[in-house]
């Protein structure tokens, strides 16, 4: 440039040589309006690299080409095969157009740009959204007819399913659903692609052993992952004012020695953790237990990869929503060790199916790296837990060997009687000797 060439740098040269790159690929360096399938932070992907990188198949452009997931490739092409059975030849020119006519609102969904020139990008979208259509309704017509054979051997089938929900791992839910549209219009005659997600999704639940629908049908989901997060979320009786907090509370254990009883609980959500002082007689208004209610969470292999993706889908999309990571936050400062999975898992709160204990505690002290908690909506909960713990008078109960006794059953030791009314006589005793004085 002239500038350069009279020894002068000028702005305009030194913009050019920086920004050239970003200029020839045409990369445009903000977010569209429609982004919602992300790369992972860097910082949040180094606690486990493994649980957001697929291990059999790839779905989209983030993971695309790489050799290890060859063999589900193929398998595309089996399945694009089969789904020809249940198709007219005319409709494949319908699924290319769909997709061609919508290209661009397909990769401004994607944060990172995908350098797959147009011809491949429309293959790939093809040929991954028919997979994915054909699997769901291979699963559901086997689950009418157990006489069809499974789609997959089992093991293959969990890892599947797991990638399908990954962040990094994901087709606009939009197109799948209108590509389904095409082939089986919304009739009483056929189920919805919605219906078709949730009974696929359904045996990698964490809470509920039974199919779970949107309360809305209307509503508009983003992949996969949201589906699961949204699933998870929508029956949370979520807080009206979510507040900062740095407030902490102490494991599970310690929380026991002052009382505080762990009570399992059926509730819509398995987010809706409360904290609650019952009273158990009534001619002794003032004798309350606390109680820590939790519905149940299961453990299994597939557990920690699922709940690390709805976080960090939070972290990317949901920023003033991050209820899986607020429940995360609780559950991470309740397991401080594998004592205290013992407590929760004796309760009933927890059901272990990974076999050690240990090894959940670990899971959950990992779980925190890196995530931003920027709105907390436990805060009474946990603001209710840390005036218990802090209040003297309920260790001096605990001392009196209460802390073990569930009072499901109040009289069942006499030395509970004994103690209780020491208590009581002891208090009586002191507030007389105080009036006394006065």
């Not at 990638?163 to 009739?187: A, C, G, R």
Request: hydrophobic content about 40%.
């Amino acid at each position: 440039m002239e500038g350069e060439r009279n020894g002068l740098i000028t702005f305009a040269s030194l913009k050019e040589h920086k920004e050239r790159l970003v200029d020839e690929e045409r990369e445009n360096l903000e977010p569209q309006p429609e982004c919602c399938i992300y790369r992972v932070p860097k910082s949040i992907r180094k606690a486990d690299e493994e649980a957001y990188t697929p291990q059999v198949i790839s779905i989209g452009p983030l993971h695309h080409g790489k050799e290890e997931l060859a063999y589900m490739e193929k398998q595309k092409i089996r399945y694009r095969r089969e789904f020809s059975e249940r198709i007219t030849p005319e409709t494949w020119q319908e699924f290319v157009t769909f997709i061609e006519n919508h290209e661009q609102r397909i990769r401004n969904c994607y944060e990172e740009a995908s350098k797959l020139e147009k011809l491949e990008f429309i293959t790939m979208i093809l040929y991954d959204a028919v997979f994915i259509i054909e699997l769901f309704l291979k699963h559901e017509e086997r689950i009418r007819d157990r006489s069809k054979p499974a789609p997959y051997n089992a093991p293959l089938q969990v890892d599947i399913r797991l990638d399908l929900v990954l962040l990094e791992n994901q087709l606009p839910y939009f197109v799948l659903e209108e590509l389904y549209m095409i082939v089986f219009p919304s009739n009483i005659h056929h189920l919805s692609f919605l219906h078709l997600s949730c009974v696929f999704f359904t045996s990698s639940s964490i809470s509920n052993d039974t199919p779970i629908f949107p309360r809305n049908v209307d509503v508009q989901l983003k992949h996969f992952t949201d589906l699961k997060r949204y699933l998870l979320t929508m029956r949370f009786s979520t807080p009206q004012n979510l507040r900062r907090s740095t407030l902490k509370i102490p494991c599970a254990v310690k929380l026991q020695e002052s009382g505080v009883r762990f009570k399992l609980v059926e509730r819509e959500s398995f987010l809706n953790i409360t904290f609650e002082k019952k009273r158990l007689l009534s001619f002794m208004p003032w004798f309350k237990v606390p109680e820590l209610q939790i519905p149940v969470l299961k453990i299994y292999d597939s557990t920690e990869p699922l709940l690390r993706n709805l976080m960090a889908l939070e972290q990317c999309h949901y920023p003033s929503e991050i209820y899986i990571c607020n429940y995360i936050n609780v559950m991470d400062s309740l397991i401080n060790a594998e004592e205290d999975v013992d407590l929760l898992v004796e309760a009933g709160i927890i059901r272990n199916h990974v076999g050690d204990n240990a090894k959940v505690a670990n899971m959950f002290k990992k779980f925190g790296k890196k995530i931003v908690l920027d709105y907390f909506c436990y805060c009474d909960v946990l603001e209710d837990l840390k005036a218990h713990y802090d209040n003297p008078w309920n260790h001096a109960v605990s001392t009196l060997k209460l802390k073990r006794v569930y009072f499901n059953s109040l009289w069942r030791g006499t030395g509970t009687v004994a103690a209780i009314l020491l208590l009581v006589l002891t208090l009586v005793q002191t507030i007389c000797s105080i009036r006394q004085v006065v």
